[in-house]
């Protein structure tokens, strides 16, 4: 008994807490509230570098609908009609095969791209990170620069911020929607189109344009680098292609750790302090709003603008530049040279993707120049399979569709080879002009008695007056029992 109650003694007791009521209970959020990004205008190489790719990319995409070809329009996806027009192409549903391909090399050039210099289509070309740019400096030239931004935004409803906010407000939807009007004038022709838009014309052309401009003005107004950093899903999977002699935005913290502010004057080394001064202007120009002194991360879409202000701040401490640089991973780690950094691009990978993109790139250009401009469809009767018609002669229908992939009219024979005295009784010659798809009833004689019953193949051949074009299709002539 003695020793149960010595046992018992050394039981652990545990206290009961009572469970506090809701109004006790303190609420944790899972999520971070949105911080906007106020980015700080910086001039060096690589902002020079965006702006000229801002100007060359908008100037192509604003002016290139309205140069003519001829007479029509020199790029247009005529939708309604089924035709692409490329300066002189004119591509047919038919030629489906080029726009896979076309696909197909704008993946394996992004793969190549990023496994040699990371994710420089985003942080240079990429149309959020373009119109995003043009939104920031229209927020810039009206609202001021970045402390004036912020001041204004935490000030009262004065009349200078009302006619700040309106003026910012009104230039952007002006933007967006001058947007939202050239992207549709890829699909009807932009003069067409001004032309409805004026006249109040065509529900599904303003409907597009608006909403295309609210896309626009939504993406590049406000959500800005969210779009990068929470939608975009090259963010997400760019990981799988980077490796680590990929060239990257890097921040050299042997060189530049321990950070800490310090006058110019001031002997760092003798007190151990490294490079960085801790300015944190690097942050402040990010257009996502990262501290790339934390290392490679996701939402750095390699722009630069970082290297711009790290080596602005570097010039004025008369500290050597490079502190924050494009490199790769192993180039800072190992100090290798940039020649050395160079050499190790042609790597694997990178030649396996720069092979098989050479070789798409030249039979695709084969193919297009070897491509004959004349496409054929031949679809039977079905109101007329087989008929016996004067002359003792058995007949079939067949209708074809003629598209001429050129720009002038010509003139095309119809002939048909394949059984025992086949002869075509339709007018074998048939004009079609530029670019223009025209659909003709043919018909097929064959003596009656000539043929066993059934099915049995014979060969539309189609051939150009005024070139060596020339195709044949298949078909089938029906004998009744």
């Not at 008994?1 to 545990?14: F, G, L, N, Q, Y």
């Not at 940039?338 to 084969?366: E, H, N």
């Not at 109101?383 to 003629?402: D, M």
């Not at 079609?432 to 003596?447: D, F, N, Q, T």
Request: charged content about 20%; proline content about 4%.
């Amino acid at each position: 008994m003695a020793s149960e109650d010595v046992d018992k003694s050394k039981e652990r007791v545990i206290p009961i807490t009572p469970v506090p009521n809701d109004d006790e209970m303190e609420s944790v959020s899972l999520y971070e509230a949105h911080k906007k990004v106020y980015t700080r205008s910086i001039s060096g190489v690589f902002s020079r570098w965006r702006w000229l790719l801002v100007i060359f990319t908008q100037l192509l995409f604003y002016c290139l609908p309205w140069f003519q070809w001829g007479d029509r329009q020199m790029v247009l996806f005529d939708l309604g009609a089924r035709r692409f027009y490329l300066f002189g192409l004119v591509l047919y549903p038919q030629d489906f095969i080029y726009l896979t391909g076309l696909l197909i090399i704008s993946a394996l050039s992004l793969f190549l791209f990023t496994a040699v210099a990371g994710r420089l289509w985003c942080g240079f070309a990429c149309p959020q990170t373009v119109y995003t740019e043009l939104f920031m400096w229209i927020e810039h030239k009206i609202e001021g620069d970045r402390s004036a931004r912020m001041r204004l935004d935490r000030s009262g409803w004065t009349f200078e911020k009302i006619w700040k906010k309106v003026t910012k407000q009104f230039v952007w939807i002006a933007l967006a929607l001058w947007t939202g009007f050239t992207f549709v004038g890829y699909f009807v022709p932009i003069r067409q189109l001004g032309a409805e838009l004026l006249a109040f014309n065509g529900t599904w052309q303003i409907f597009w344009v608006l909403f295309y401009g609210f896309a626009t003005y939504g993406n590049a107004g406000f959500m800005r680098e969210q779009v990068c950093k929470y939608m975009c899903p090259y963010a997400r999977f760019q990981s799988a292609m980077f490796d680590k002699d990929t060239l990257i935005v890097g921040y050299d913290a042997e060189r530049g750790e321990p950070r800490a502010p310090r006058a110019k004057t001031v002997d760092y080394k003798a007190k151990g302090l490294g490079d960085c001064i801790d300015c944190s202007l690097c942050v402040q120009v990010c257009p996502t709003g990262i501290d790339i002194r934390k290392g490679l991360q996701y939402e750095c879409i390699g722009c630069g603008l970082c290297v711009d202000a790290c080596d602005n701040v570097m010039d004025k401490m008369q500290y050597p530049r490079g502190l924050i640089r494009f490199s790769t991973q192993n180039g800072i780690a190992q100090r290798l040279t940039q020649m050395q950094i160079f050499k190790r691009v042609l790597r694997p990978r990178v030649l396996l993707y720069t092979s098989v993109l050479i070789g798409l790139c030249v039979a695709m250009m084969i193919s297009l120049v070897a491509r004959t401009p004349l496409k054929v469809d031949v679809v039977r009767d079905r109101a007329a399979l087989s008929r016996i018609v004067a002359g003792g002669k058995l007949e079939n229908v067949y209708r074809l569709q003629l598209m001429n992939a050129t720009e002038s009219t010509r003139h095309y024979h119809i002939a048909a080879h394949g059984m025992e005295g086949l002869e075509v009784v339709t007018e074998p010659v048939v004009e079609v002009g530029p670019a223009e798809s025209k659909w003709v009833s043919v018909r097929l004689h064959i003596p009656y008695g000539s043929a066993a019953s059934g099915s049995h193949q014979v060969f539309f051949e189609i051939t150009s007056d005024e070139d060596s074009a020339k195709i044949e299709e298949k078909s089938v002539f029906l004998v009744p029992r």
